[in-house]
Structure formats: C-alpha cells, structure tokens
C-alpha cells in the first residue's frame, strides 16, 4: 500500500491546494442549503463530455456497420443512432445534475420552470423535437425518402434532427424544414412503400397523323431510354390519346421509371422528350403548332385557278400551282401498334352471365 504524503512535503502541499480549490464553493444558499462547488462543477461537466462521445462513438458504429453491410437497412439505422443520441444525453444530463448536488426528486422545480419557458417562448422548439421524435417512429418520413414539399419543390431527406429535417434538392440546395410541418400538414413521398413511379410525357402531333405510327415511334423512344423499367409484361410503357387540340392531336407516352430516375424527375421527363422528337422526326410524323390557314374562297367573282391568275397579274407574279395532295404516312407493319392502350390499363373484370343484356 501506498504510504500518504508526509505533512510538510511538495506532495502533500499540492493535494491540499488541489482540494481547496475543488472544494471551493461557487454557489451556497444558506446553512444547510444547496451549495455547488468546483468539483461537483467539474465533475458535471465531465459527464456531459463523457455522454456526448459516448453517444458519438455509438452512431459511428452504426454508420460502419451500415457500410460493411449492404443489407443492412440506412434509414433504420438512422432512427436507431438518433434514439441512442436521446437516450445517451439525456442520461448524461440526469448523473451531470446529480453529480452538482441536484437530485432527481428536485427536478420537479426544473420542469416547473420549463412548463414557464413553454408557455412563453420554448413551445416552437418543443413541438419540433416532439415532431421529430413521431417521423422516427412512425416512418413516414425517413432518411433517403424523396418527398415533394408543399412549395413543389422535390428533394431528398438527409437528417431529422432536433427542430428541423434537412431536405437536399437534386441541385445540391439544403432546406430546412421544421418538423412540426410535417407532421400537421401535406407532404408527398414519392418513395414511401415503393422507389418506383410511373411518368407521363406529354406530346403532339399534326392532324392526319397515323396513330399506329405514333405509337411505334413512341415506344421506340421510350425503348432508347436507359430510364423504362421494361418494355415487356403490366409495367410495359403505354402511349395515350388523350384530347383534340387546336392544332394537334395530344398524345402521352405513359412509362414506368427506375428507381434512379424516380429521384430525377426534371431530367427523366427531358430525356423522353429529346427521344420523342429523334423518333418522330425518324419517322416523318410533323410536330404541329399552333398556326391559322387563310383561304379566300372567291376573288371578284373568280374561283380556284381564275381567282389564283387573276391575283398574280395583279401582283406581277405568276400564279402558284395549286397544293399537292398531302402524301400518307407509311402505315406501320406490326398490328400490335393499332391496340389501345388506355382501355388495357382499366382493370377489366367480366361481368356475369346474370347481368349480360339478353340477346335480341
């Protein structure tokens, strides 16, 4: 066994320093009352340090058996190290009030006085941990999901912290949300039960157009893009005529996307557009705009080629000829592209025999 220091020597004076200085009162409150000291100051403090590394050193090893693991699941993970980042500090924080002298059967007069900062100006802060710790539970909302925000704006969730979750639009742009938004008002995830979805291109085409051959052109394109899901079985892209317009017949080219391209929704609907156009421009289909066609059925009582002559020495211009025949477009060979897909994606369940009109 060690021997204590002798009275007298460098040891001994240094310990004795050392402990007046840790005894040191900071805050006394009467005989008898509460006193915090240096030491008891410095061994909180302490406690703190040691939970927030303890805390640290369990989200790394998360975070590394996320990486050795590629079964692993990232966003459960996540809501693991969050609830041990709680869990871990808020232990820290009860030993660090019971190392100052402040037992956990007094805390009552702390939660007092938190009721009080609520009341007045903490009850924002409050209620976003409080959302925060209902997006961990209820998974509605996880790390890596892609949502779409009220604003319309689209973005991946990258943390969901005490007041805020940190949102990263696909430009490299961080929002921060508060979390009781989530939780009280609308929100679409895209990637909720599923990482895919199905995109509608818009596109249109002259009147006169063959429809068969706008398919085949369509689905050619939908074909040359890395981004279809497939081109066979229920998920296989579609193309629609969905209206008349003005001055063109509006079609849409109905495709299911991969689970990248669900993420990238601006630059799938541009590289579908861009294979649009190679494909019907391929195949001599007319991309119509809007245009007016002026026809002047009579010209002082002359018609046709009379009022078109009588124009032109008008002019001083010889008389155009008259307007070929618009050519036909060559009907595609496969009959595959004359099926109509729109009534294929109505679920069709047949009706029974009971119910069928009798036959006249």
Do not use: C
């Amino acid at each position: 066994m060690s021997e204590a220091a002798a009275p007298g020597s460098l040891l001994h004076t240094v310990q004795s320093q050392l402990a007046g200085a840790l005894d040191l009162r900071l805050i006394g409150l009467g005989r008898g009352g509460y006193s915090l000291t240096v030491g008891m100051l410095l061994t909180a403090l302490l406690i703190l340090l040691l939970s927030k590394l303890a805390s640290w050193l369990v989200q790394r090893g998360l975070a590394g058996y996320g990486a050795r693991y590629a079964h692993a699941n990232p966003a459960a993970l996540y809501t693991l190290g969050r609830l041990s980042h709680y869990a871990i500090l808020v232990l820290g924080v009860v030993l660090a009030l019971g190392a100052a002298g402040i037992p956990v059967s007094k805390l009552t007069l702390i939660a007092g006085g938190l009721g009080i900062g609520l009341g007045f100006g903490l009850q924002a802060i409050f209620n976003n941990f409080i959302s925060g710790l209902i997006l961990l539970f209820d998974r509605s909302l996880k790390v890596g999901d892609f949502v779409e925000l009220a604003s319309g704006v689209h973005g991946s969730v990258r943390d969901i912290k005490i007041r805020a979750t940190r949102i990263t639009t696909n430009d490299d742009v961080d929002i921060l949300v508060p979390n009781s938004e989530f939780v009280s008002g609308r929100l679409i995830n895209w990637t909720l039960q599923e990482a895919t979805r199905r995109l509608r291109v818009p596109f249109g085409v002259a009147y006169g157009s063959s429809k068969e051959l706008v398919k085949q052109a369509a689905l050619e394109a939908a074909a040359t893009v890395p981004f279809t899901l497939g081109m066979e079985g229920p998920r296989a892209p579609q193309v629609w005529l969905v209206g008349f317009g003005s001055s063109t017949l509006n079609f849409e080219l109905v495709v299911w996307l991969n689970a990248d391209a669900t993420r990238r929704p601006s630059s799938a609907l541009a590289a579908y557009n861009w294979a649009l156009e190679t494909a019907l421009v391929g195949h001599g289909l007319e991309l119509s705009w809007p245009q007016r066609d002026l026809r002047l059925r009579s010209w002082f009582g002359l018609e046709g080629e009379a009022a078109r002559a009588a124009i032109a020495g008008l002019t001083g211009r010889e008389a155009a000829p008259a307007p070929a025949a618009p050519v036909a477009a060559v009907e595609p060979s496969a009959p595959a592209y004359a099926e109509n897909d729109a009534v294929r994606d109505v679920p069709h369940v047949p009706l029974p025999s009971d119910a069928l009109p009798p036959a006249r």
